[in-house]
């Protein structure tokens, strides 16, 4: 089975700034990398797929890089509503699996 | 408006059965791969299960194979979840989600709301 891990596991930052998020897999996947947004209490929602594409409706200061074994997503500009857990996916092999999220906090 | 609505949560004693199902709307049901996803309190997303179109082919987790089955009704646009043999780390909000397909690298493009599954004596 595949393993995900994601760094950092939580991430203080305030409202303007860039961020990066890691995720790295323990083989390779391809390009089979998603990311997706959770807020407390709701369902996760898509917002990267094939590890660079911008899922429909979500804002273009989303941009996914990488792969591989190694990704990334960054946000350029972080928005009020950006506060929420990111957690990546891999789809490349059943059991699909997913990394163990990055809380991203408001500093 | 495409939409997955679960339902069938609740409380179960450990051994106990349950029934999940997803009810499904807006879009072309019977042309997508469905899967299951959990999530117990506090902690991060887990795969279940997955089912082909048609409904021939189906995966499982280790954790619960042997003890979920995971089908569809294509007629009535409705996927499930027979959960048998409940244990208490099967505690968690259940997801059914979308497979978007090779054009999106299979990742998971819709999702239903939740529902909650606490098995506890």
């Known amino acids: 089975d595949i393993q995900m891990t994601q760094s950092p596991s939580s991430l203080s930052a305030s409202v303007g700034d860039r961020v990066t998020f890691t995720c790295r897999a323990s083989q390779t996947i391809s390009s089979y990398l998603n990311w997706y947004q959770q807020k407390p209490g709701k369902a996760p929602k898509l917002l990267i797929y094939?590890?660079?594409s911008l899922q429909s409706g979500v804002p273009s200061r989303f941009s996914g890089s990488g792969s591989g074994t190694d990704f990334t997503l960054t946000i350029s500009s972080l928005q009020p509503e950006d506060f929420a857990t990111y957690y990546c996916?891999?789809?490349?092999?059943?059991?699909?699996?997913f990394g163990q999220g990055t809380k991203l906090e408001i500093k | 408006e495409v939409q997955l609505v679960e339902s069938g949560g609740g409380l179960v004693q450990p051994g106990g059965s349950l029934r999940l199902s997803c009810a499904a709307s807006?879009?072309?049901?019977?042309?997508?791969?469905m899967h299951w996803v959990r999530q117990a309190p506090g902690k991060g997303l887990v795969w279940v299960s997955r089912?082909?179109?048609?409904?021939?082919?189906?995966t499982y987790a280790d954790s619960v194979k042997g003890r979920f089955t995971i089908s569809r009704d294509n007629a009535k646009n409705t996927l499930y979840l027979q959960m048998n043999s409940l244990r208490v780390e099967d505690t968690a909000v259940y997801y059914c989600?979308?497979?978007?397909?090779?054009?999106?690298?299979?990742?998971?493009?819709?999702w239903g709301q939740g529902t909650m599954v606490t098995v506890s004596s």
């Open positions: 089912i082909n179109s048609d409904g021939r082919s189906t």
């Open positions: 989600a979308r497979d978007g397909a090779t054009r999106m690298a299979d990742a998971f493009d819709i």
């Open positions: 996916q891999q789809s490349y092999s059943i059991p699909s699996s």
């Open positions: 807006g879009f072309t049901f019977s042309s997508y791969w």
């Open positions: 094939a590890a660079s």
